[in-house]
């Protein structure tokens, strides 16, 4: 067949000699019912690729929401279009593929049926840049495929080619494919499915997803070369030589992905660079324990979920910012490879990684210190799944500093999946590590369970981390102690009430103990929350009974300790937002009551604004007054993010922060014109500043930096 012109309007005879997918039903808000509006699509297939037009039929196209006119820009409250195929038909894992009328490019990767770390997907209302390094769905995965869209008085449409050296699959020939679609008509909260899924699931839903026959994939081998090259300016204030120090650099790297089969996958990185990536989002502390700050390195982002095990933001047994950084500093990375994909039924991964030394000039002594050795990172991963949502697997992690063989880190790690009918799920680790020097309780391990229907939700949770449990390339956010935790939530529906769409009244317990016994802390939630047909909500007061067990002072604000005692609290909890489609919405919480020795008031509050489908901006701020008997104190972060898209791939971004925690004012921002796959050129501008007094700024870090990398495919 001819292909058909990827323009956004599917008037091509070969369309219509298509079969017609159609006939979708509604998981949200009235789960089984007909789809409100009428959808249509087709899909096609030569030996490059896979073609998929839709028809989104729209009896008021006026009231269509275009939303935000950026690559992988949040779904939840746009009309939109998603594909997910799982074209390893395991039932688990799949490629996300869909596109809003503004004809975005949307697209991610579904590990273990959407149930991890990450998130950013459809109908999470988060940020993908906010989201950990874990399974679950990869809106981060950026693939090699295009996409058109148009409106006119019927509605709107939708065209894709995804060619099949962007997927990944079993060998060559005749293939089944899981498939769903789903349809977001957004002025009424909608949510439609061609293969129907209860509501209390999504897309993600695999297990529940249909079927696509005769699908003929080549048995090709596919070659991508990604080339960078980069021009910077570096103004470094903290040297204390009386001047910035300045460093130009002029530099070239770059990845190249080799499809071993279609079902696997080699990719290398050399001399890597994350110039184009967004700072980090700054976080008040009000705790003796680690802030997460999750993975945003195109490199290390691709196929992450193979390689995620572990409790999310708890205890991540591989967490690939311990590669490359250290002190809030740049390693410098020499290059390695990646191994990702499928050999028969079981799910491989492997990843090396080796870092340069980073040294820095001490300005006291004059001397340079080590930040960080010459290291090399080591991952290996197998995964096998199983029917009914089960799985098992194993993980093996590793550093080496590659200058002295006595200074390393090994993780062992088992972990599995038990799926019972659809509502039941077992999970479990166990995990090891060897440090040179700890001999005492170097184990880990977590069992929990989660029952999840319509109309109830339940889970159990139990872990323990050994005395010297110690994953230096993963992410505890605490050391040495025992968690449980339950939770019971139960949904209730009013259909009677047009603009009301659910009640959610839930208790939660959750304790932490040290590992004699000892209640570090504890909290007993109890609320309910109101959600409204727009996606506004709204949660009654709650109730939160609080304990810190403190054995050790510690610092909590300048010239403010937390002195060693038990301190049992209760507090009263809201949240909120508004309908967060609308041009303007609002979304904040607060905390009001007993803290520590004293009391604490505050929270935080978010106005987001979206001008047409060009313009988006959102101003955070966030404020608490404590007041302890060891001291006083208020802290405060002031956080605005815009964006302007000239086009769905031209675009300008900025994210402006001062917190008075660290006293650090931040300017980043990112001018990027994209080509496929998240490549393109790339123009960055970062600015720190200390802030002294109230009359007195001090330079700390400037940069410039300029980066253009292009994707060519040498063989398809």
């Known amino acids: 067949m001819d292909p058909p012109v990827i323009d956004g309007i599917p008037d091509e005879d070969a369309w219509q000699a298509a079969a017609v997918i159609s006939d979708f039903v509604q998981n949200e808000p009235f789960e089984g019912r007909a789809a409100t509006e009428r959808t249509e699509v087709r899909i096609l297939y030569d030996d490059a690729a896979v073609y998929v037009a839709a028809w989104m039929f729209d009896a008021d196209p006026s009231a269509i929401v275009l939303g935000e006119t950026r690559r992988d820009a949040d779904l939840s409250d746009t009309d939109a279009l998603l594909i997910v195929l799982d074209t390893y038909l395991d039932r688990q894992n799949g490629f996300v593929f869909g596109t809003t009328p503004a004809g975005i490019e949307y697209d991610g990767q579904v590990i273990k049926e959407g149930q991890g770390g990450f998130g950013g997907g459809f ?28 409106r006119d008085g019927r509605g709107w449409y939708a065209e894709f080619r995804i060619p099949f050296s962007t997927l990944r699959y ?4 005749a293939q089944t494919w899981g498939l769903n679609i789903s349809r977001n008509i957004r002025r009424r909260n909608e949510q439609a499915f061609w293969a129907p899924i209860p509501r209390q699931f999504d897309l993600y839903r695999l297990s529940q ?127 390695g490879g990646r191994l990702t994909g499928k050999v028969g039924r079981v799910t491989v991964g492997a990843l090396n990684i080796q870092t340069r030394r980073l040294q820095r000039l001490d300005p006291a002594t004059r001397q340079l210190e080590e930040i960080a050795p010459r290291n090399n990172f080591s991952v290996a991963r197998v995964l096998r799944e199983l029917p009914n949502r089960s799985r098992i697997g194993a993980m093996f992690i590793s550093r080496l500093n590659t200058d002295d063989t006595n200074d390393y880190n090994l993780t062992y790690v088992v972990d599995g999946r038990l799926g019972i009918g659809d509502a039941v799920s077992i999970d479990g680790y166990v995990a090891l590590t060897q440090t040179p020097g700890l001999v005492d309780g170097e184990h880990a391990f977590n069992i929990s369970g989660s029952y999840t229907t319509r109309n109830w939700e339940a889970g159990l949770a139990f872990r323990e981390l050994g005395a010297d449990f110690n994953p230096e390339v993963g992410f505890l956010g605490r050391r040495a102690y025992r968690f449980r935790s339950a939770r019971l939530l139960r949904h209730v529906r009013f259909p009677s009430i047009p603009w009301f769409r659910e009640l959610r009244p839930h208790i939660t317990y959750r304790e932490f103990l040290d590992l004699d016994g000892f209640s570090e802390t504890r909290l007993i939630h109890i609320d309910n929350h109101l959600e409204f047909a727009n996606g506004a909500f709204f949660q009654f007061p709650s109730v939160n009974f609080t304990r810190e067990g403190i054995k050790e002072p510690f610092g909590i604000a300048d010239g403010v300790e937390v002195l060693p005692g038990t301190y049992d609290n209760i507090d009263i909890g809201w949240r909120f937002n508004t309908n967060e489609s609308a041009t303007l919405s609002l979304a904040g919480s607060t905390n009001i009551g007993g803290f520590y020795s004293g009391h604490r008031k505050g929270g935080d509050i978010t106005l987001n604004g979206r001008f047409g489908y060009a313009f988006v901006m959102g101003l955070r701020l966030s404020y608490f007054d404590v007041d302890l008997a060891e001291g006083s104190f208020e802290t405060a972060l002031i956080a605005l993010r815009t964006a302007y898209s000239f ?40 600015d720190i500043e200390r802030v002294e007094s109230e009359s007195r700024w001090e330079a700390v870090n400037r940069s410039f930096i300029v980066k253009f990398t292009q994707l060519f495919h040498v063989a398809r």
């Open 647 to 686: 086009t769905p791939r031209i675009y300008l971004q900025s994210l402006i922060q001062y917190s008075d925690q660290t006293d650090n004012f931040s300017v980043n921002v990112r001018f990027g014109w994209l080509n496929t796959a998240g490549t393109g050129l790339f123009v960055v501008y970062n």
């Open 170 to 173: 079993g060998r060559g020939g």
């Open 123 to 150: 109908g999470s209302g988060g940020s993908r840049q906010q989201r950990g390094s874990g399974g679950g769905f990869n809106v981060n995965w950026d693939g090699s495929w295009d996409v058109a869209t148009s």
């Open 209 to 335: 997803a249909g079927t696509l026959h005769g699908i003929e994939a080549p048995a090709r081998r596919t070659v991508d070369v990604t080339p960078y090259v980069l021009g910077s300016s570096e103004w470094d204030y903290t040297t204390g030589a009386g001047g910035p120090a300045v460093n130009r650099v002029g530099d070239i790297g770059g990845d190249i992905k080799i499809g071993v089969t279609p079902s696997l996958t080699f990719d290398a990185t050399y001399n890597t660079d994350f110039a184009q990536v967004e700072v980090d989002d700054e976080q008040i502390n009000l705790t003796r324990f680690s802030l997460f700050f999750p993975e945003k390195r195109p490199f290390f982002l691709e196929n992450a979920g193979t390689f995620s095990v572990g409790t999310p933001r708890s205890v991540e047994l591989f967490f690939s910012r311990r590669i490359g950084i250290a002190d809030g500093l740049a390693v410098p990375i020499l290059g």
